[in-house]
């Protein structure tokens, strides 16, 4: 759909989470009309997301020289979707070229110096469900191939995660870091559960990024999450 545009590649993907669908009106605010707005339905085997506040769209402009999409929403495996699917947006951007993806949500904080409204850094993650691979790892028989057994200590860039710390004590605003748990929803967690994920270290919890991340680790993608 974006090669009918006249872009055969682009440089940055950033896929907006729950509480920052209004991303893009701040981003591409300079970009003004040059706006490509497109409808997921008219992007071939794209999931369309259905839970509340999550638009069906894909952005495109040309944001400080970087030629840019934008998700305007996500799906989730509670709406009835594999997490084969959650991976799409990644998957997509690899085929557009994309060299950096930037995915954002709005989780539950599990560490209790968090308050809501905190940015919070994800720095390695926790799966509460067996299936944050399912299909996800064997989508591209070739790339599993060339992987075999995947391995996930470096899925979270290093490179990434010093320039994000270096940019919030520059700017002054607070940052939480650590480990992501993905939990499947739709019911929010139980006390017991939620002493669980305390347990083990988790800072934040949430229904959605890490099938992202590791299509992103899979396909050579550098990645940024918070």
């Keep these: 759909m974006l090669k009918r545009l006249g872009v055969d590649k682009i440089d940055l993907s950033i896929v907006e989470g729950s509480g920052l669908l209004d991303l893009?009106?701040?981003?591409?605010?300079?970009?003004?009309?040059s706006v490509k707005i497109i409808s997921l339905h008219d992007i071939p085997h794209s999931p369309v997301p259905t839970a509340i506040g999550h638009k069906q769209e894909l952005l495109y402009?040309?944001?400080?020289?970087?030629?840019t999409i934008i998700w305007n929403g996500r799906i989730h495996y509670y709406e009835?979707?594999?997490?084969?699917?959650?991976a799409f947006p990644a998957y997509l951007s690899a085929y557009m070229g994309c060299s950096v993806f930037i995915t954002t949500n709005a989780a539950g904080f599990i560490n209790q110096k968090m308050a809501i409204g905190d940015l919070a850094l994800i720095t390695d993650h926790i799966s509460m469900i067996n299936?944050?691979?399912?299909?996800?790892?064997?989508?591209?028989?070739?790339?599993?191939?060339?992987?075999g057994l995947l391995s996930t200590s470096q899925i979270y860039d290093k490179q990434?995660?010093?320039?994000?710390?270096?940019?919030?004590?520059e700017?002054?605003?607070?940052?939480?870091?650590?480990p992501y748990c993905y939990?499947?929803?739709?019911?929010?967690?139980?006390?017991?559960?939620?002493?669980?994920?305390h347990g083990l270290g988790a800072a934040t919890v949430g229904a959605s990024t890490l099938p992202e991340q590791i299509a992103c680790f899979m396909t050579g993608t550098v990645s940024y999450t918070h």
């Design 183 to 197: 939990f499947a929803l739709p019911n929010y967690e139980s006390p017991a559960e939620i002493q669980i994920m």
């Design 131 to 147: 299936k944050s691979y399912d299909g996800v790892v064997t989508f591209d028989e070739q790339l599993f191939n060339s992987h």
């Design 80 to 86: 009835g979707y594999r997490v084969t699917h959650q």
């Design 171 to 178: 700017s002054g605003v607070k940052l939480t870091e650590g």
């Design 61 to 67: 402009a040309v944001m400080q020289g970087r030629r």
């Design 24 to 33: 893009s009106d701040h981003l591409f605010r300079e970009a003004g009309d």
């Design 160 to 169: 990434m995660v010093d320039l994000t710390r270096e940019a919030f004590v």
